[in-house]
């Protein structure tokens, strides 16, 4: 065999092992469908930035990633397998459990993101509204399926308030109504209603903000939940999804009007400059709070977990009582180096 043949060989040789072993790299890529709780809108970013930033691919992931319609429907939909993995309200994914004891697919939450609850109930200052008690004899409005909604029991035990009369309405028209005195008060994430009011032309100066964190309601918000399937099958893909997310999280904390370029070039109309300052408030209020700061990104207090679990028990009256040992593990967390992202 002459020295051409040799090298025309080897080089064959050389392709093919390429060629296996892109085929084989490929074949090591874990697909994950992931649903957010809402549009893409600022917080998405958290997600959608690290996938723009391919950290997902690095650590053998092709993940897709969808908006939502709310928690309860990203809830129902990773139990029902239609996705892998999703962001979902934690009060909506305790009320999916304990309603459905018997269920084998429930989902349970892997990483906590929304140390706080976002939820808060807002006026216009004209009301006469500055605090909880003035909300007695007071027409409130919220979507049926609003997370401040459903925990408002919380909120009105634990600031003496009695039965409310309830405006329904879509959440297209929530901060409308309230501003045409339809309703008096309204329920929402506090960085999803403030901003569409101001988009509507409404000073943020003649809106009152009750924050449910601030008025005895310690509920945790939005967590990062996984499907039993997954959690069983591939614990490993779950592990180098929270791992690249998390990096992804702390470049979004550090530089909120870098990372809305993700959610620019995922939904193209929305206004950048609004959904950069609903991100920071999202930040500044739920994710580098105090209390996330204390008990460290991504993790929970067991105390205040069960404290969680009985009140929305009690709350949204389920079938059983939550278990909070069954809704939230936090095995698959990456080390504690690597998820000191926060800033003080």
Do not use: C
């Amino acid at each position: 065999m002459n020295k051409r043949q040799l090298i025309k060989n080897f080089l064959a040789v050389s392709a093919l092992a390429m060629g296996l072993g892109a085929t084989a790299q490929a074949q090591n890529v874990t697909p994950i469908k992931f649903q957010l709780d809402w549009r893409f809108e600022g917080p998405a970013a958290l997600f959608l930035h690290p996938a723009a930033k391919g950290y997902f691919k690095q650590a053998g992931l092709d993940v897709a990633i969808d908006a939502g319609n709310g928690s309860g429907g990203t809830v129902t939909r990773v139990a029902s397998g239609a996705y892998d993995m999703g962001f979902a309200d934690l009060a909506a994914l305790m009320e999916f459990h304990a309603n459905n004891p018997d269920s084998p697919n429930k989902p349970v939450a892997v990483m906590m993101v929304y140390n706080n609850t976002p939820a808060s109930v807002m006026a216009l200052k004209k009301s006469g509204i500055t605090k909880p008690a003035d909300l007695a004899g007071k027409k409130m409005g919220a979507p049926v399926f609003d997370a401040g909604r459903r925990a408002f029991p919380i909120f009105a035990k634990a600031n003496n308030l009695g039965t409310l009369a309830w405006t329904t309405m879509d959440p297209t028209l929530r901060e409308t109504m309230l501003m045409r005195g339809d309703v008096d008060a309204i329920t929402g994430f506090t960085f999803t209603s403030l901003l569409n009011l101001e988009a509507r032309g409404t000073k943020a100066a003649d809106v009152v903000v009750l924050p449910y964190p601030d008025y005895g309601v310690k509920l945790y918000g939005n967590v990062i939940i996984a499907s039993p399937r997954l959690i069983k099958e591939n614990p490993a893909a779950i592990k180098a999804f929270l791992t690249a997310f998390t990096k992804g999280a702390k470049e979004v904390i550090a530089n909120p009007a870098v990372a809305i370029e993700s959610v620019k070039a995922r939904d193209g109309i929305i206004d950048q400059t609004l959904e950069t300052k609903r991100l920071k408030l999202a930040i500044d209020t739920v994710i580098n709070s105090p209390d996330a700061r204390a008990e460290g990104f991504g993790a929970v207090n067991a105390g205040r977990l069960s404290l969680m679990a009985s009140q929305v028990s009690d709350a949204f009256n389920t079938k059983s009582r939550v278990n909070p040992d069954a809704v939230w593990t936090a095995a698959l967390l990456p080390p504690a180096a690597e998820l000191n992202i926060l800033r003080k």
